[in-house]
């Protein structure tokens, strides 16, 4: 089947725009990921080792005022604690409004959509809600800039977040027989080697058991965060001795992060991890049910290649399943937000200078009401993949109520109902929408007429 531009845009990019021209290959597509992250660097999202305020920002803060001597001194010290939340709350919409704006605006849209992908792969919410500002800068530093490179790249900086550590409770885990256990009583905690293995590479049911399970976790003891170092390996908290995963046997000497670097690395290389892996990509491009040939195509592309990751998305791309007509996958809420500003053309300076209220009036709510609070899946698998998590009455209803109230508070005028199908749908729209937006009284209706359609809510 031939490449087709304007499918390409809605599956595997952030949609039609009036703005932006559309890709006229594969080979095109996979160039721009290949090369410079452009969209990027027009809208720097500070990472996570450089973004203020920090962790330790918020600990110094917290701790002025419970050291506070005297009522003036408590009452400055609180003063810094609503300052800091403030300029956190300033990063979180400001970062938000970066990432669309990207999606608006790039023609590199192949690139945001694996962005996302990984991110929820490897998701990470806040275990307090005050460092939800972290998220983004968490996806810029470990999972953005590996999405065009070597699987196991971006498993490591995963795994050694400061995010995903706590996330997944890993900073509680201690070797039972290390010298920090001894002391303190404390043992392991699996949250971490469970989901390293049933998510992140082999996948559920892959070869590995609960003896696996429990000494991978005793091999990732030692690895830790907090305010002050981030994410370290910390040797007395480490399990001592040598830990066999899957058949093979790392440490025994002294302990080290090395260790747990390598076995990382054989996961990342383990058959299991390959299939895991590109039928993920197959269910979230492409369609519900993944064709057992392109998933063994792209697997056996996977290993062959180290696990390189653009080889796989190539043979993704270049199947004749990848281009068919059928619209098979819904638009997850935050897709469906973003390329409907990206068809309406926002402006991306109008967007930035939108205050924290009115994005989350435009955003974190309605988001929140279709089913989907930003960078809040309800479990370390993310967000689900099938139709039904989306097509609910009240999600249905979050997306219908955006789509005839925001537009018209993001962009005035707004264009012609009768013009604006074409670029949100392509030269060849549903007649029946062309009919309905062609009727409507109003601009507003009729371009709420269009994002609401089952054509648009599709890719």
């Given at each position: 089947?031939?490449?087709?531009?304007?499918?390409?845009?809605?599956?595997?990019?952030?949609?039609?725009?009036?703005?932006?021209?559309?890709?006229?290959?594969?080979?095109?597509?996979?160039?721009?990921?290949?090369?410079?992250?452009?969209?990027?660097?027009?809208?720097?999202?500070?990472?996570y080792d450089t973004?203020?305020?920090?962790?330790?920002?918020?600990?110094?803060?917290?701790?002025?005022?419970?050291?506070?001597?005297?009522?003036?001194?408590?009452?400055?010290?609180?003063?810094?604690?609503?300052?800091?939340?403030?300029?956190?709350?300033?990063?979180?919409?400001?970062?938000?409004?970066?990432?669309?704006?990207?999606e608006i605006t790039?023609?590199?849209?192949?690139?945001?959509?694996?962005?996302?992908?990984?991110?929820?792969?490897?998701?990470?919410?806040?275990?307090?809600?005050?460092?939800?500002?972290?998220?983004?800068?968490?996806?810029?530093?470990?999972?953005?800039?590996?999405?065009?490179?070597?699987?196991?790249?971006?498993?490591?900086?995963?795994?050694?977040?400061?995010?995903?550590?706590?996330?997944?409770?890993?900073?509680?885990?201690?070797?039972?027989?290390?010298?920090?256990?001894?002391r303190t009583g404390?043992?392991?905690?699996?949250?971490?080697?469970?989901?390293?293995?049933?998510?992140?590479?082999?996948?559920?049911?892959?070869?590995?058991?609960?003896?696996?399970?429990?000494?991978?976790?005793?091999?990732?003891?030692?690895?830790?965060?907090?305010?002050?170092?981030?994410?370290?390996?910390?040797?007395?908290?480490?399990?001592?001795?040598?830990?066999?995963?899957?058949?093979?046997?790392?440490?025994?000497?002294?302990?080290?992060?090395?260790?747990?670097?390598?076995?990382?690395?054989?996961?990342?290389?383990?058959?299991?991890?390959?299939?895991?892996?590109?039928?993920?990509?197959?269910?979230?491009?492409?369609?519900?049910?993944?064709?057992?040939?392109?998933?063994?195509?792209?697997?056996?592309?996977?290993?062959?290649?180290?696990?390189?990751?653009?080889?796989?998305?190539?043979?993704?791309?270049?199947?004749?399943?990848?281009?068919?007509?059928?619209?098979?996958?819904?638009?997850?809420?935050?897709?469906?937000?973003?390329?409907?500003?990206?068809?309406?053309?926002?402006?991306?300076?109008?967007?930035?200078?939108?205050?924290?209220?009115?994005?989350?009036?435009?955003?974190?709510?309605?988001?929140?009401?279709?089913?989907?609070?930003?960078?809040?899946?309800?479990?370390?698998?993310?967000?689900?993949?099938?139709?039904?998590?989306?097509?609910?009455?009240?999600?249905?209803?979050?997306?219908?109520?955006?789509?005839?109230?925001?537009?018209?508070?993001?962009?005035?005028?707004?264009?012609?109902?009768?013009?604006?199908?074409?670029?949100?749908?392509?030269?060849?729209?549903?007649?029946?929408?062309?009919?309905?937006?062609?009727?409507?009284?109003?601009?507003?209706?009729?371009?709420?007429?269009?994002?609401?359609?089952?054509?648009?809510?599709?890719?």
């Amino acid at each position: 089947m031939p490449f087709d531009p304007i499918l390409a845009s809605i599956r595997f990019g952030c949609g039609l725009s009036p703005d932006v021209q559309t890709q006229t290959s594969i080979d095109d597509m996979l160039a721009l990921l290949d090369g410079p992250d452009m969209a990027a660097q027009q809208f720097p999202i500070q990472s996570y080792d450089t973004v203020r305020p920090s962790r330790l920002d918020f600990r110094i803060a917290g701790g002025a005022v419970a050291e506070a001597e005297n009522e003036a001194a408590r009452d400055a010290a609180q003063q810094a604690v609503r300052q800091i939340r403030a300029e956190a709350s300033d990063v979180w919409k400001t970062s938000t409004a970066l990432q669309l704006s990207r999606e608006i605006t790039t023609a590199d849209g192949f690139r945001e959509r694996l962005t996302r992908f990984w991110a929820d792969h490897f998701t990470a919410p806040p275990t307090n809600g005050q460092w939800r500002y972290l998220v983004y800068p968490y996806i810029e530093q470990d999972i953005r800039a590996h999405v065009n490179g070597q699987f196991v790249d971006m498993l490591r900086a995963a795994v050694m977040s400061p995010l995903l550590i706590q996330y997944l409770s890993q900073n509680r885990s201690v070797g039972p027989n290390s010298d920090n256990g001894i002391r303190t009583g404390r043992g392991l905690n699996e949250n971490l080697a469970r989901e390293i293995l049933e998510l992140h590479t082999l996948g559920v049911g892959g070869a590995y058991t609960q003896t696996d399970v429990r000494e991978f976790a005793e091999l990732l003891t030692g690895i830790s965060t907090n305010v002050k170092q981030g994410a370290f390996f910390e040797p007395n908290r480490a399990e001592p001795g040598a830990e066999t995963v899957l058949g093979r046997t790392y440490g025994g000497d002294v302990e080290s992060l090395d260790h747990i670097m390598a076995a990382l690395g054989d996961l990342a290389r383990h058959p299991d991890t390959g299939r895991h892996l590109s039928a993920k990509l197959v269910e979230h491009f492409i369609g519900p049910e993944p064709h057992p040939d392109l998933v063994a195509a792209m697997a056996r592309t996977y290993d062959q290649t180290d696990g390189n990751l653009m080889a796989v998305y190539d043979v993704m791309l270049r199947d004749e399943g990848a281009w068919s007509p059928e619209l098979r996958k819904v638009k997850q809420p935050f897709g469906f937000v973003s390329s409907s500003m990206r068809a309406l053309a926002v402006s991306t300076d109008d967007l930035m200078d939108l205050s924290y209220s009115d994005v989350a009036r435009m955003v974190f709510r309605p988001l929140t009401y279709m089913g989907q609070t930003i960078h809040e899946p309800v479990g370390p698998d993310g967000w689900a993949e099938d139709d039904e998590a989306w097509i609910t009455p009240q999600g249905m209803a979050g997306r219908i109520t955006w789509a005839m109230q925001m537009p018209e508070r993001l962009l005035d005028p707004l264009p012609d109902p009768r013009e604006f199908i074409y670029h949100a749908l392509g030269p060849t729209p549903p007649d029946a929408v062309v009919f309905a937006a062609g009727a409507a009284e109003t601009a507003s209706d009729g371009v709420g007429i269009v994002l609401a359609s089952a054509a648009f809510q599709r890719r």
